[in-house]
């Protein structure tokens, strides 16, 4: 799946592998590097990144958005 970020400078976006299936325009919790290859439970899976949550609700500053 497509992700971007949601937060910076410039909007990122990259590719994730999508292990909750989440949808289009769901917020989603991204998971990168080793964490990404532990989160599919192969160690040497060649994958950098791993959607492993969808957000439902964000705090920010106390904050709901």
Known sequence: MIVQTLY???PLQSVAADLVG??????VLVVRGSSARAAVARGNAPVDSVIVGIVDEMGIGGETK
């Not at 989440?22 to 917020?27: C, D, F, L, N, S």
């Open 8 to 10: 910076g400078d410039a």
């Open 22 to 27: 989440a949808g289009i325009g769901e917020r």
